[in-house]
């Protein structure tokens, strides 16, 4: 994976939006005009990237303040729950939903300390474009194959797998060329989840004792 780091931590802020609801979205031309999820994308995928921009002389002196804009556009619209259902698997069941959202909380927050920082080396000067948007089987939802487009190299692709939760939809896996964020941590925390449970893990992931890791 080219640049993991960086681009594990610009895909999940650039998903997530600064109002509520993605029909408050302004439409964008190169968007499907009927598709709420695909306007989301590039519309935030717009606004972080001049965020990022902006802000990042501020944000390399305060990395206080770097972690806290990426806390809250991760925590806005991404679906912490529901993906660390995906990434515990079988584990999951049965298992205390204070358990899975102390686990998810663990594991964002990993994955914030870890990669973070990378997105200061980020380049903002691309241009996100949004190539399809397609119905997943079982109204699981739409999965959005969206691009960064950079002058003298090949796009990088991004996708993103969506769904409703109360009439707003979230995010609740990332695919970065061609990589499932949801499988790669689920094929990471297999065997410590077989031998020491949730809590134990969940422990390890606050104390860094474990590091989430985005390549594969």
Do not use: C
């Amino acid at each position: 994976m080219k640049s993991a780091p960086a681009l594990l931590a610009a895909a999940l802020a650039l998903v997530v939006p600064a109002v509520a609801s993605a029909q408050a979205q302004p439409r964008a031309a190169t968007a499907p005009a009927t598709d709420a999820p695909s306007r989301m994308v590039l519309a935030n995928s717009q606004r972080v990237l001049a965020t990022l921009e902006k802000r990042r002389s501020e944000f390399g002196r305060d990395r206080n303040a770097l972690y806290a804009f990426i806390k809250s556009e991760f925590d806005q619209m991404f679906d912490r729950d529901y993906a660390a259902r995906l990434v515990l698997g079988t584990h999951a069941r049965g298992a205390d939903p204070a358990e899975i959202r102390a686990f998810s909380d663990a594991l964002g927050d990993n994955l914030m300390r870890r990669y973070g920082s990378s997105l200061l080396d980020f380049n903002t000067r691309l241009t996100p474009r949004i190539r399809s948007q397609t119905a997943l089987p079982g109204k699981f939802g739409v999965r959005v194959n969206s691009e960064l487009v950079r002058g003298g190299g090949d796009p990088i692709p991004l996708a993103y797998w969506m769904h409703q939760v109360n009439g707003q939809w979230k995010v609740y896996d990332v695919q970065i060329e061609g990589v499932s964020m949801i499988s790669t941590f689920r094929s990471q925390f297999a065997a410590p989840l077989a031998q020491k449970g949730i809590r134990q893990l969940t422990r390890e992931l606050s104390s860094g004792q474990v590091q989430a890791n985005a390549r594969r």
